[in-house]
């Protein structure tokens, strides 16, 4: 019987000397009750997520079911990744002295501070001051960076960062924040972004609103700042141990423009980012174009080992960063969040998500995965981060889809616990914000239809006997009295599937839910 | 400074995952060192090329991987079947495919403005150009071509090491046929040559045959966006056309 995150057990990992939590963009600042409903009313941002969302899973559902070794290809990413989180120190140090060995330097730190302190300083000793009086780098899409808030930092210190991922710049350019990891742009439609351009792009003059000509003024904004900048900043995909190799997985080419024509590259990668072995990306390198973009393959992958001689950046740095990457690791039922390869496929199937949008969730880490990765890397005492994990109906289809099997929902299950031991003893005033939630929930039939889908999850979870004690919030209201078992199926359920309309069959063995595909809303 | 920070952050992993004396580190050569790769790879010496990997050693954590992974590790189309998949996948990423037996320097003179000028890496088969009437650069160690040179370029001309017939995808590995990154990165135009004898079926028999240490690039399609309400854009910063040439020897 795997560990189901039953609430009210003792926590086995309260030390006396705990692992520091990380800092920057990884905090929920308002209880996500609270920040959802504000979201909720934007019609145009549900809108517009509710039609990317179904976009995306639609797509990465057809190229999965392409592949007869789907399941085999993801129960060999969990391995791998689970391999790697239990043996890190080893990979880490065999990555280092790949690295080293081919002219790569290493630094570490340990939080968001050290590591724009790090970046910083490379900056100001490889990139020349400008007529502005200020430096440049050029940046390529990476959620390290956003989370440590570099951009932000390096402003304060005379260094302008220019984002060339079209949706970043698009968010950068209108003073926004990324809504989604993989289309961080998807909260504005055509129209505003050429209002944006319009506006923020000197050069540009009249434009239109066809995709063709906006990404063409993309181009001509963001070519000579390639051609010419000194210093660029990426994240990486993956780190290979074995090889001491880098990579990035991109689809316009301004990742290889950064990569390549800089003569000096710094790349910021959390310690979780790690593979064995080079042979192991013949199963990531299958997972994640198919996951994320729902594409065979993207456009541009990218891979490099220290220095090459004589082709690209001949000063090449790595930040291996932190940043409560160990809080959440020394958290064994946690843990596997830090296998997350990023893909986003658990954010386009879930119906809070697609409701709620990306912001809603305050990290820099959106939708299923945010609400376990931002409570695990700070713990679930900071901030507002302890109502992340209700952010969830446990319906269950992100772990369905996730690549590398995280079990999500146990996850968010065990959270809830530890919020309630640690934030709700014994009662609390959150009560207002899951009270709230509820609300929200019950209002609205399709949600309802959503959050029932629960249920087999839950079955599984309480193995159908009397409940004597829920998560979350509710733990305060059950303690003082048992309800019954819950049903195998909601009431809703057994109705569709009488009516013919028959769900996938799962009634909750083990993981409660059927594996494979079709079984996405 | 940092040298700390290595230190602690290595301390923390061990304390994390509840290993003895949590903030000692033990080092990997000291024989608790990783199992090789998890899935296997037969046909590789990457084991030789990492100084501390050992394979076979159980793993420190306790978690030894089941060396026998049952995803494919080879397809199942052959020939024409194999060649034709790829020209299929080639083409939904919006590639434009051209096929060839024997001498493919007609197509390629073919596909390039006559008297524009195309750059090339230095181990560029000669006779693929002999159609080709423009002015050729080759770059070369010692005689780059700057990047406002390669701007100024119509078209680069390549071959490829790898391609993956499944995923449509070509890979560039730096070889002197290949050449650097930015040859094939800066001018708007790429003919890529594709030997039938490079061309797999699926990405593991894709991956079985690179050199690992390689500046790889991995190339499916010209380059795309589907940031602007998903709609798709062929051709944003890397070449906006790409033209493979598939050549039967
Ligand atoms: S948790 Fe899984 S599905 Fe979600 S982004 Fe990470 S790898 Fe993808």
């Known amino acids: ?521 | 400074m940092t040298d700390t920070a290595r230190e602690e952050i290595l301390g923390r992993i061990n304390q994390a995952l509840g290993r003895r004396g949590g903030g000692e580190y033990v080092s990997s050569s000291s024989g608790t060192v990783p199992a090789g790769s998890p899935t296997g790879g037969e046909g590789h010496s990457s084991a030789a090329e990492a100084p501390h990997a050992q394979p076979g050693a159980p793993a420190a954590g306790g978690g030894t991987v089941d060396q026998s992974a049952d995803y494919f590790r080879t397809g199942t189309h052959e020939g024409e079947e194999l060649i034709e998949l790829l020209v299929d996948r080639l083409e939904d990423y919006k590639a434009n495919v051209h096929r060839v037996s024997g001498d493919p320097a007609a197509t390629i003179a073919g596909l390039i403005e006559s008297g524009s000028a195309i750059v090339v890496p230095r181990g560029l088969d000669d006779s693929w150009l002999q159609d080709f009437t423009g002015e050729v650069s080759v770059d070369a160690p010692g005689q780059e071509l700057s990047v406002p040179e390669l701007d100024a370029q119509a078209a680069v001309v390549t071959a490829s090491a790898v391609a993956i017939a499944q995923t449509g995808t070509i890979v560039l590995d730096g070889s002197p046929e290949c050449g650097r990154r930015a040859i094939t990165l800066v001018p708007d135009h790429h003919v890529c040559v594709v030997r039938v004898a490079d061309i797999v079926d699926i990405v593991p028999e894709g991956v079985a045959r690179l050199r690992p240490s390689a500046a790889l690039t991995f190339i499916s399609g010209p380059s795309a966006t589907s940031d602007i309400e998903l709609k798709r854009v062929e051709g944003v910063h890397g070449p906006r056309t790409l033209d493979v040439v598939i050549v039967d020897t």
């Not at chain 1, 639609?58 to 790697?84: I, Q």
């Not at chain 1, 998807?186 to 972004?193: A, G």
Request: with cysteine; hydrophobic share 35%; glycine share 10%.
């Open chain 1, 1 to 521: 019987m795997t560990f189901l995150g039953m609430p009210l057990l003792p926590s086995k990992r309260r030390d006396s000397d705990p692992i520091p939590g990380g800092q920057g963009n990884i905090f929920e600042d308002e209880s996500f009750a609270e920040v959802s409903h504000q979201h909720l009313s934007n019609q145009q941002l549900r809108n517009n997520i509710g039609h990317a969302t179904s976009t995306i899973r639609d797509k990465r559902s057809e190229v999965v079911a392409e592949l007869d070794d789907w399941e085999a290809l993801r129960e060999a990413g969990s391995r791998t990744k689970n391999h790697v989180m239990e043996n890190l120190p080893e990979y880490l140090a065999e990555f280092e002295a790949n690295f080293t060995d081919q002219g790569g330097i290493i630094h570490w730190a340990r939080d968001a501070d050290e590591a724009n302190a790090i970046v910083t300083e490379l900056v100001e000793a490889n990139a020349p001051i400008l007529d502005s009086g200020r430096r440049e780098v050029i940046k390529v899409k990476s959620m390290a960076t956003e989370e440590i808030g570099l951009n932000e930092h390096l402003e304060t210190q005379g260094v302008d960062a220019f984002e060339t991922d079209l949706a970043e710049l698009i968010v950068q350019l209108g003073d926004d924040k990324p809504s989604h990891i993989l289309v961080p742009a998807i909260h504005r439609n055509r129209n505003e972004i050429r209002d944006i351009f319009e506006e923020k792009m000197p050069d540009a003059g009249e434009l239109t609103n066809d995709p063709v000509d906006l990404a063409e003024a993309a181009r001509r904004h963001l070519r000579h700042k390639f051609l010419t900048t000194k210093v660029a900043v990426s994240g990486a995909n993956f780190g290979i141990a074995d090889t001491g190799s880098l990579g990035v997985v991109e689809s316009e080419g301004n990742g290889r423009m950064c990569l390549t024509l800089p003569e000096t590259l710094i790349t910021v990668m959390g310690i979780e980012k790690l593979l064995p072995s080079f042979d192991d990306l013949e199963v990531f390198l299958q997972l994640l174009p198919r996951s994320s973009t729902g594409e065979r393959m993207n456009p541009y992958t990218s891979f490099w080992t220290g220095v090459t001689e004589g082709d690209g950046p001949q000063n090449v740095h790595l930040v291996i960063l932190d940043n409560g990457r160990t809080r959440a690791l020394a958290d064994e039922h946690g843990r596997t969040a830090l296998n997350c390869i990023r893909c986003s496929a658990c954010m386009n199937v879930c119906p809070v998500y697609e409701r709620t949008g990306g912001h809603a969730y305050g990290s820099t880490y959106p939708g299923p995965i945010g609400a376990i990765l931002s409570p695990l890397m700070t713990g679930v005492e900071a901030e507002e981060n302890g109502s992340l994990p209700y952010a969830s109906s446990l319906c269950g289809a992100c772990y369905d889809v996730c690549p590398v099997k995280i079990n999500i929902p146990e996850i968010l299950v065990h959270l809830r616990n530890e919020d309630v031991e640690a934030n709700h003893s014994p009662v609390s005033s959150q009560l207002d914000g899951a009270l709230t939630g509820a609300s929200w929930m019950m209002s609205d039939a399709k949600r309802m239809t959503a959050a029932e889908s629960g249920i087999p999850f839950a079955h599984a979870v309480t193995g159908g006997d009397q409940i004597n004690s829920l998560p979350g919030i509710a733990g305060a209201w059950t303690s003082s009295r048992d309800i019954p078992g819950l049903p195998e199926k909601s009431f809703r359920q057994l109705w569709a599937e009488s009516e013919g309309e028959s769900h996938g069959g799962s009634d909750g063995e083990e993981d409660g839910k059927s594996e494979g595909e079709g079984d996405e809303r």
